[in-house]
């Protein structure tokens, strides 16, 4: 049965159905820029998708048929990033929104296609994985507005560019090409812009046919290793040893022996 839950007056779409989430963008009149509402309202769609909506793997897109994300709504700075204060708070949401995506426990695909700018950018290099269309581009434009990005999104863009590319990113403001970014590690593949949508959700309906508990005990590791986070890597390693106790890896050795293709539970 297909969920589907509105956030934001519907800017921010979230369905899940058979273990496959998807989180949408959808302003796409401004090329799918997230307004304020839209950055708090992302990590209230992650919280649903992988709690009532079951998810075991989810697709970040933006809606529409053209871009991805061009980043913050800039016609809300005057308002909501006119000065420290209100700067600070702002950047508050953007981090949670990131946060969102980085430490949930399923893995995240972002699907690219279009315009891929800033706060978008952000939220792509958050994600697990990342594929994008051809003609796809990427910029993270914060030196030529005067301001500065959010520190933690800073990290995320040297744990999926490498130190170099991230500081040619953010030093320059120039944009990117998918080349550029397959050759930095950044991009998973690259599609055609009619395959995106399609390749996107093969490999969430592969990821999600797997055991949840074994996909999310991989999660952890590996955000535990990216981050050298000691903490992360014991909840890994409990995670880890536990799957041995679960149903799922009785029915993967049943399955195997029995020639057929396993139903895992998360349990």
């Not at 909506?53 to 989810?58: C, D, Q, S, T, Y």
Request: net charge negative.
């Amino acid at each position: 049965m297909k969920r589907i839950h509105d956030f934001a007056a519907g800017k921010i779409r979230a369905a899940s159905q058979a273990g496959t989430g998807l989180l949408l963008i959808d302003n796409p009149d401004r090329k799918n820029a997230v307004t304020a509402a839209m950055w708090r309202a992302i990590p209230e769609a992650m919280h649903w998708l992988c709690g009532e909506g079951e998810a075991r793997v989810i697709v970040l897109m933006g809606a529409g048929t053209t871009d991805f994300c061009a980043g913050a709504d800039i016609s809300e700075f005057p308002t909501v990033r006119k000065d420290t204060a209100t700067a600070r708070l702002y950047e508050s949401e953007n981090s949670k929104a990131f946060s969102a995506i980085r430490n949930a426990r399923v893995p995240v695909i972002a699907a690219i296609r279009g315009i891929c700018y800033g706060g978008g950018f952000g939220l792509a290099a958050a994600a697990d994985l990342r594929i994008a269309a051809e003609g796809a581009a990427f910029a993270v434009p914060a030196a030529r507005l005067g301001l500065a990005y959010p520190a933690d999104a800073v990290q995320d863009f040297i744990r999926t560019l490498g130190a170099q590319m991230a500081g040619k990113a953010l030093y320059t403001g120039l944009p990117m090409s998918v080349n550029d970014l397959l050759a930095a590690g950044f991009l998973l593949d690259m599609t055609t812009a009619e395959g995106l949508e399609p390749a996107a959700l093969t490999l969430a309906e592969t990821i999600a046919a797997n055991a949840p508990l074994s996909v999310q005990a991989s999660k952890l590791a590996l955000r535990a290793a990216s981050q050298q986070d000691d903490d992360l890597l014991r909840e890994a390693e409990v995670i880890g040893a536990a799957t041995f106790d679960s149903a799922d890896y009785a029915e993967g050795r049943n399955a195997f022996a029995e020639k057929r293709r396993p139903q895992f539970t998360g349990r």
